[in-house]
């Protein structure tokens, strides 16, 4: 099942996205409503909404605000949720504007002992950002998106690059390396082998 999540103002366009079902994160909730999009699940402690915004939203549906002092963040809380209800592809809108981090944090919680079986992907205007688990994967090239970057999460990870400009065969990456980013797929796939999990982020110039 899948599901997209919007978590705070987005410069992608989210009204035509209307093949899945929405959740809503915080200020995401009221955004969503705005759009005329009625959210499926809602989540955070609305800290970051205005009391005209609070009104607007108590006047559509009900919400269940978590403390504001928690030891998750809204976006936590709302992928392990969504996780535990049975969906395994999430797209999360939101999440790299603002807070270094916030953005920081969000990608590394993809590494999340539960979350890692679930295909997450972080989507702005310019990027789409995922984790690919260890071993062998074949992946797409999204529209419009001209690179291809590779971040090893941990120290020493091999990579394989089948059908890319800059192929790789077992090569072995160190953390602070850049010798994986800005590459180009070839056509429109290519094929990953990693050691470890690894984060593809694809970009727009």
């Known amino acids: 099942m899948h599901i997209n999540v919007l978590v705070r103002a987005t410069s992608t366009s989210i009204e035509n996205i209307t093949e899945s079902p929405w959740a809503g994160v915080d200020h995401g909730v009221y955004l969503l409503l705005k759009d005329g999009i009625i959210p499926k699940y809602t989540y955070g402690d609305f800290d970051s909404i205005t ?19 928690k030891d998750d963040t809204d976006l936590e809380i709302a ?11 999430i797209d999360v809108y939101g999440a790299t504007g603002g807070r270094l981090d916030h ?3 969000n990608t590394q919680m993809l590494l999340h002992e539960k979350l890692t079986d679930v295909k997450i992907r972080i989507i702005d205007m310019q990027n789409v ?27 020493r990870t091999r990579l394989t690059l ?20 800005s590459n180009e797929f070839t056509g429109e796939k290519g094929f990953v082998e990693t050691s470890e999990p690894i984060l593809m982020i694809q970009s727009i110039d």
């Open 129 to 155: 950002v995922e984790l690919l688990n260890k071993g062998r994967h074949e992946v797409l090239k999204n529209r419009d998106m001209k690179y291809v970057s590779f971040l090893p999460m941990y120290d």
């Open 103 to 105: 953005l920081l944090g």
């Open 162 to 181: 089948e059908q890319f400009k800059y192929p790789l065969e077992g090569t072995k990456l160190s953390l602070g390396s850049t010798l994986t980013i």
């Open 51 to 69: 009391e005209k915004e609070r009104r607007f939203i108590d006047e559509t549906l009900e919400i269940n605000p978590v403390e504001s002092e």
């Open 79 to 89: 992928l392990l949720d969504l996780t535990e209800r049975g969906y395994t592809s």
